[in-house]
């Protein structure tokens, strides 16, 4: 029974928020909740992603950071106890079906960088 509870409880909070647009200044405010369920593990795990973006000329700039909700007990409150990691990208559209893209990340915590990757992504 409770883990029919929990699952209807993630599959109902589970989804993706539609992005909000800002006006016309390409600034967009969203947010992506995942529930997952391990089968071999019994474990489950809600994430929440907030997210902000802008888009000028082309390039597609983001940040966001996940927030653990869910991990095996409810964990949101424990949130506060450190700082998320925030993830930075930028998208370039080369052509129609490729982009050109830089990733990294920031932790709070330590004041540090993360690596700094560069690559194309194609869709076909």
Do not use: C, H, R
Not at 85 to 112: G, H, L, P, R, W
């Amino acid at each position: 029974m409770k883990l029919a509870a929990i699952t209807t409880a993630a599959l109902l909070t589970a989804g993706s928020v539609s992005a909000m647009e800002i006006g016309n200044t390409g600034v967009s405010l969203g947010a992506t909740a995942v529930a997952e369920y391990a089968v071999n593990a019994a474990s489950m795990s809600v994430v929440l992603t907030p997210a902000v973006a802008y888009s000028a000329w082309g390039v597609d700039l983001a940040a966001s950071a996940d927030i653990a909700v869910y991990d095996n007990e409810f964990v949101l409150m424990n949130a506060l106890d450190a700082l998320p990691t925030i993830d930075f990208s930028a998208y370039y559209a080369v052509m129609d079906n490729a982009s050109a893209y830089v990733k990294t990340s920031y932790d709070q915590n330590t004041s540090e960088m993360g690596e700094i990757t560069l690559g194309v992504a194609f869709s076909f």
